[in-house]
């Protein structure tokens, strides 16, 4: 059974770009998270959808964006970058988005602006 | 506001020893979950452990355990028998709203 898929796993941009990352969830999963990890500010919650709905969103100015496809997977877009955007985002699926399922991780996006 | 708070940046053991790494909550709600995820150098979160906090009994996976206590809102997690391969950032995590909340980790490293 395949994992999480994210794609790609490292990006370098320039300041003022805008980038895409995608996430495959594993097969059956509709509920697909996204967290931005950076060594600062450690793990923060970006957005969670289920069945292409957004039921969360943390607190990320309106630069960063998502969306869910009926498939399941998953993009995330940050348009204007910024050097502090640089950072791994990680994505995790889960089954049915409930509490008590586990959620599994992707290997991560490692983003570089420069 | 929900917080998860982790003490220890860094925590050394010896190869088959034991090591507790500690974790500390807050929440308003009265039923949620608890996680340890372990992120070796490949930075995949792994799942470790996971405590329905309404279950008074301490979950427990092969080596791993953990001590709950509810009322100090205390998660701690023991790892017996240290292995190399358990040498990783360990996060603790609690569950809320459809996200994880989570703390600064604790950096294990395992002296062979």
């Known amino acids: 059974k395949a994992g999480v898929t994210q794609t790609p796993r490292y990006l370098i941009k320039t300041r003022g770009q805008q980038v895409t990352l995608s996430c495959s969830p594993i097969?059956?999963?509709?509920?697909v998270s996204w967290y931005q990890q950076t060594p600062g500010q450690g793990l923060q919650f970006l957005f969670e959808?289920?069945?292409?709905?957004?039921?969360n969103k943390g607190n990320f100015p309106g630069r960063f964006s998502g969306r869910q496809f009926s498939n399941s997977r998953s993009e995330m877009n940050v348009s204007t970058l910024e050097l502090g955007d640089s950072a791994l985002y990680l994505c995790?699926?889960?089954?049915?988005?409930?509490?008590?399922?586990?959620?599994?991780f992707g290997q991560g996006t490692r983003l570089t602006v420069v | 506001a929900q917080t998860v708070t982790q003490s220890q940046p860094e925590m050394s053991v010896q190869e088959a020893e034991t090591v507790t790494l500690s974790c500390t909550y807050d929440?308003?709600?009265?039923?949620?979950?608890l996680f340890w995820y372990k992120q070796p150098p490949s930075r995949q979160m792994i799942l470790v452990i996971r405590?329905?906090?309404?279950k008074q009994q301490n979950a427990t996976e092969n080596r791993f355990s953990v001590n709950f206590q509810k009322a100090a809102k205390s998660f701690s997690l023991k790892i017996s028998d240290s292995q190399l391969g358990d040498a990783a950032m360990y996060f603790c995590?609690?569950?809320?709203?459809?996200?994880?909340?989570w703390g600064a980790g604790t950096k294990l490293i395992i002296k062979p």
């Open positions: 995790a699926s889960k089954i049915q988005g409930k509490r008590t399922t586990e959620a599994f």
């Open positions: 929440t308003s709600e009265s039923d949620y979950y």
């Open positions: 097969s059956g999963h509709r509920s």
């Open positions: 405590q329905e906090a309404y």
């Open positions: 995590a609690h569950d809320s709203n459809y996200q994880l909340i």
């Open positions: 959808y289920f069945s292409e709905t957004q039921r």
